[in-house]
């Protein structure tokens, strides 16, 4: 339940005075539009993959207005705070000097001495990387989403109430050759942080005169994803529970996101 998860032990004596407080409240800390604990009929917590580069998702990826970038530009402005993972004030937050070395190249060992590594010029579009070693915003183009599906008895509906979103960098450009996260970020803070930046659009690619900020994009669901996990005791991954093939895998996630619309339809059946 909510109530053990927020008054779980924290480091900070400070910070666990505050966690207490805003517990009692009944309302989650990291909702922009939190539901009290005593109107949510059925909640979830199910984390979402996001590929930048798939065409639907193009807009909110748009030539130096990417995502990515705001929010580097953002943690290097010091405007939002970046953590270790998504169990967020739970857990650790990154330094700036930390936050720089997790979005900097590594140079190969067998190259060290030598020449550093050239960014990929189909996705650097004339965005120099600072000596070459700085990701560049097209090239940080996993993400991964920490959402709350809640189903509120109060108004008879359901919401999906994102707690989190985590930058990675992907296998092809990581020297170790796997998906590795930069950093998490309260979505919370990520909508101020939208709501400040003019860059911060979902480019409408029908009409200049339609832009609509990244913050109606996340509250419209103009994104696509895909679910690789979803709350369960052994908190495994999809892929990790359905291990019969590479399809059952990847089919496993159309069939938690159908078995959630099946849930809310079901209640509408009483």
Known sequence: MLKNILTTSIAIASTIVVATAQDQSGYNPYSVRPIHESDVLYKKTVIRALDLREKQNLPIFSTNKEITRIIID??????????????LDQGRSLTKEEFQKKITMAVPEDNEGGDEPAADPATGGGDAAPA???????????????????FDKQRSRAYHDIQSITVLIPSEFNAKGIEEPIATFKYKDLVEVFKKDPRAIYFNPSNDA????????????????YIIKVSNPRDEYLVDIYTESQKQGIMASYWKANELMEFEHNLWEF
């Open 132 to 150: 070459g070693l700085e990701y560049l915003p097209k090239q940080l183009y996993q993400m991964q989403m920490k959402e709350d599906y809640i």
């Open 210 to 225: 339609e832009h609509r900020s990244l913050v109606d994009a996340f509250d419209l669901r103009l994104f696509s994803s």
């Open 74 to 87: 953002a943690v290097k402005k010091g405007d939002i705070k970046p953590y270790t993972s998504d169990s």
